[in-house]
């Protein structure tokens, strides 16, 4: 069994569908899981269209124009009287009678049960366009397999249930080929959930880790892992391979190829990851194991977006219980990068989301607090002198903190 998963990016444009199939094609697989996120910059646009049906806005605008661009696709990839019209327009009737109810009271539930129709409608295009190339391949509605919580948004997972799901479901059938949808699962009550940021890499190493998968190919828009974001640095360099460690070190510093919970299923497991570029399917990618490079060149990392808040007690008798503060932030799924101490105060770095604003009128009630935003926070796995010097220059310095293996600087 293998397990391979293609992101937004590689299902944006029809050539980019037709690459995708062409990839599949020459694979010739006989036992796989095929793993695929919502097109291009969809699940954008149903993030706009939930927060306007929400606020009672008018989402008919926003709606038509997800409909307009899935079925351009179609009507690119297949003839006029094909199924796949029908199939399509069965979705967009589920997505016709979720406007049609009044917005759900819980934000995040209802931002499931919308924006999850991103993956299915993916899904069955896809799915369409692989059968009519001639792959035998069955569709798999995610939902009935991954079983989550009720934590909408990042909703977590029940392993041994989804475990028994999985098996079950694509032990039952004589075709071994199969296409579902990342990011989503189902909870116990028949609702949708999400699994939170980069869910559809989870996705596909859920099914890895299930299935006692041989490999997992993750295939981006790069060529692999590099040193840094080829987009922000010039200098940034190809790593063929690289340890399970370091790349978990990586994902959490900030490199955005992978997230952290998608690589710990695999590596309990000890199942190959690659990390492909489905722009040049022949090269061999980056290959993730127990193995890495002897020695590493400096790996940088950047979180854009970030705040950085001093906590400070109200009174000379208070204390900052820092328990307290971590829930508080979890309570608005805010995720701390960065935190000092120091005789009085608590100094955080963290990610800003659309909570911020109700986050610092909690802290207010209990803390004094100061607080700067637009900040970026720089990580430097395995650092040397000339480089930090280098990445500083020009910039204001927050904070600074230094390990044997890692550097990390707030800058403005």
């Known amino acids: 069994m293998e397990v391979f998963k293609f992101g937004g990016a590689s299902l944006a444009t029809v050539e980019n569908i037709k690459n995708v199939a062409q990839i599949i094609a020459s694979l010739k697989l006989t036992d796989a899981v095929i793993i695929v996120s919502a097109m291009g910059k969809t699940t954008k646009a149903f993030e706009k269209l939930h927060h306007t049906h929400s606020t009672n806005g008018a989402c008919e605008p926003i709606a038509a124009e997800i409909k307009h661009f899935h079925l351009g696709m179609a009507e690119e990839l297949f003839d006029s009287n094909d199924e796949i019209f029908e199939q399509l327009n069965d979705r967009f009737v589920e997505i016709d ?25 993916s899904s069955i295009i896809v ?34 249930l989804s475990k028994t799901l999985i098996n079950a479901k694509l032990n039952q059938q004589k075709n071994k080929v199969f296409i579902t949808q990342g990011f989503i699962g189902g909870s116990s009550e028949n609702f949708t959930t999400t699994l939170g940021l980069e869910g559809s890499d989870f996705t596909a190493s859920i099914f890895a880790y299930c ?48 997230h952290p919970k ?53 009174s000379f008798n208070q204390r900052v219980d820092l328990g307290n503060v971590f829930s508080i932030f979890d309570s608005y799924k805010m995720s701390i990068n960065l935190i000092q101490r120091s005789a009085i105060n608590y100094s955080i770095c963290f990610t800003k989301n659309q909570h911020f604003e109700t986050l610092v009128k909690e802290l207010q009630s209990t803390f004094e607090i100061e607080y700067q935003e ?26 600074a903190q230094r390990t044997r293996e890692i550097y990390r600087m707030i800058l403005a």
């Open 262 to 314: 998608a690589l710990r299923p695999v590596k309990n497991k000890n199942i190959p990851l690659f990390v492909r570029s489905f722009n040049h399917p022949t090269e061999p990618g980056t290959k993730i194991s127990l193995e890495g490079l002897s020695e590493y060149p400096p790996l940088k990392m950047i979180k854009e977006d970030q705040v950085f808040m001093i906590l400070s007690p109200k």
């Open 127 to 160: 799915h369409r366009y692989l059968e009519i190339q001639g792959q035998v391949i069955s569709w798999l509605d995610v939902r009935d397999v991954i079983r989550t919580d009720n934590n909408y948004r990042n909703a977590g997972l029940d392993w041994d």
């Open 211 to 258: 299935l006692d998968a041989q490999s997992m190919t993750v295939w981006k828009d790069v060529p692999g892992l590099m040193t840094a974001d080829p987009k922000k640095f010039e200098d940034a360099q190809f790593l063929d391979k690289v340890s399970y460690q370091v790349v978990l070190e990586m994902a959490d510093a900030g490199a955005k190829v992978l």
């Open 374 to 399: 637009n900040l970026e926070l720089i990580n430097v796995l395995y650092p040397q002198d000339e480089l930090i010097t280098k990445l500083r220059e020009g910039r204001d310095l927050i904070l």
């Open 97 to 121: 009678w979720i406007l049609e109810d009044d917005p759900l009271p819980n934000y995040d539930q209802g931002y499931d049960q919308l924006v999850s129709m991103g993956e299915i409608l």
